[in-house]
């Protein structure tokens, strides 16, 4: 039987570990700490969607070393957390290992296995002395894409927000590999939609570019995309600033589908969830602004594009994570 290990348990780590460990057709276990796994020990996780709501006993653990090597791994830390953890992660790896990091930035792996003249590119700005390259080799990636909205109820309770969740994940060089037909199916099994994608590159684009797009936004508004949406004057810069992104696209050969009003509509269909860097305000924690502009200045330097209003928004929205870093400095002394 498949061995997979999630490593973190939020709320997306939460979700794939729950559905996967329902499924009985994988060995699970979860990388957690605190109260989370507390939680998770104690009663198990607990998934609830707009058509069920269950919960699954899953293994959970601090060590990773307790596990052994594993099949595959999906990180699901925040950016700003890989770097410490890799030492971690690598102890669950052998050569076969298949390793998904997260994608809210470009990640570190983004042109390997591409075409042209930015093939197997590496970029400093995002992994600047190359830890993640080296200790999570590019090969042994999948490409791996979460359009799961979801927000943790408490510790070990994760809900999903709007109607449909799905994960696509793919070969960084566009084929159709057993490593990612095997998983795909597994996860499909598990209730989680994941289809085997030929172009993974341009599907990371269009999720990194939404969550550079929506998320400082919402910080500064902290407005569910609902409230979003009904303010009238809000999406039209969100479309502004998606537009800007993807002229850097078209310059370093990503095709990017469906236009922005699509996207922008998919995103709005979740009307009652809070993008990840806006729960991230109100909970006290840091939010993952830096990833996204590193990502963005990663990519731009390869290209002649300005990007005003991106700069605008992320301008305040750092800011923002300035003034709220202090305020819960201030809380806690």
Not at 161 to 181: M, N, Q, V
Request: glycine share 8%.
């Amino acid at each position: 039987m498949l061995k997979v290990c999630v490593f973190g348990g939020g709320a997306i780590g939460g979700y794939i570990a729950g559905h996967l460990a329902r499924s009985k057709q994988c060995e699970v276990s979860v990388i957690a700490r605190g109260k989370t796994l507390d939680a998770i020990r104690a009663r198990g996780i607990r998934i609830v969607t707009p058509s069920e709501d269950f919960t699954v006993s899953v293994n959970a653990c601090s060590d990773p070393r307790e596990l052994g090597v594993q099949d595959y791994i999906f990180v699901t830390l925040k950016a700003h957390q890989i770097d410490e953890a890799l030492g971690q992660i690598a102890s669950l790896m052998d050569s076969h290992t298949v390793v998904l990091p997260p994608t809210t930035g470009i990640p570190y792996y983004f042109f390997h296995g591409s075409q042209g003249a930015l093939k197997d590119r590496q970029m400093p700005r995002i992994d600047p002395e190359g830890h993640q390259w080296r200790a999570l080799p590019a090969s042994q990636v999948l490409g791996c894409v979460y359009w799961i909205g979801a927000h943790s109820i408490e510790p070990g309770v994760i809900a999903q927000d709007g109607a449909k969740a799905g994960c696509p994940i793919g070969e960084l060089d566009g084929t159709h590999s057993k490593r990612a037909s095997d998983l795909s199916e597994l996860l499909t099994a598990s209730g989680i939609s994941s289809r085997v994608s030929d172009d993974i590159r341009a599907a990371i684009w269009v999720k990194f570019v939404n969550s550079l797009c929506w998320n400082p936004v919402a910080v500064l508004t902290q407005g569910s995309l609902g409230e979003m949406r009904d303010a009238g004057d809000v999406v039209p810069i969100v479309k502004t600033m998606m537009l800007e992104a993807d002229a850097i696209a078209s310059q370093i050969g990503i095709r990017v589908g469906p236009d922005a009003d699509k996207r922008i509509a998919m995103t709005l269909s979740a009307a009652h969830h809070k993008m990840s860097m806006l729960q991230d305000l109100e909970a006290g924690r840091p939010f993952e602004l830096e990833a996204l502009e590193r990502s963005l200045h990663a990519v731009r330097e390869l290209t002649d594009v300005r990007t005003p209003t991106l700069d605008a928004v992320l301008a305040l929205a750092r800011l923002r994570a300035q003034t709220a870093g202090r305020a819960s400095a201030e809380r806690t002394h």
